[in-house]
């Protein structure tokens, strides 16, 4: 069961999640990145290599435009980090004005990951890797 604390989104403007791993060999993100939309939130991901890319593959759009999601691209972990710390650095200049115009800005993104999170589609595909992963496994 996913619980989600909603006073941590009512009261900030932007999640930063730090997902599980931060590798360069895999490609997966966790639950960490599904709370944020489930609640419409805008983030920034410091997670594995191209963690973006594959959340764009499964439909969802990313901030880019509004972030500079180069990050996402940097193969060593450290470099990653570091690359998402200056890409959010300039948040902390904003004003209560400058956010409430990023939140405008970025209503239609934060809308359409919400609608394709809760879409029988999305629900389906994870259905399906989720038995394909215990049939693979012997499981089934």
Not at 22 to 49: D, Q, W
Not at 78 to 91: C, G, P, S, T
Not at 118 to 123: A, H, I, L, T, V
């Amino acid at each position: 069961r996913l619980t989600i604390d909603q006073d941590l989104y009512n009261n900030s403007y932007l999640s930063i999640i730090q997902d599980t791993e931060c590798e360069s060999y895999t490609n997966r993100y966790t639950e960490k990145i599904i709370k944020a939309i489930a609640m419409k939130h805008p983030f920034v991901l410091i997670g594995n290599y191209k963690a973006l890319d594959l959340l764009r593959s499964e439909g969802f759009k990313t901030f880019d435009g509004f972030v500079d999601e180069s990050y996402d691209s940097v193969i060593n972990s450290e470099e990653r980090i570091k690359a998402v710390f200056l890409a959010v650095k300039k948040f902390s200049r904003f004003t209560k004005n400058d956010w409430a115009k990023f939140y405008k800005k970025t209503k239609e993104i934060r809308e359409h990951n919400y609608n394709v999170l809760f879409s029988k589609e999305y629900s389906r595909k994870k259905t399906l890797e989720k038995v394909s992963i215990l049939h693979n496994n012997n499981y089934l």
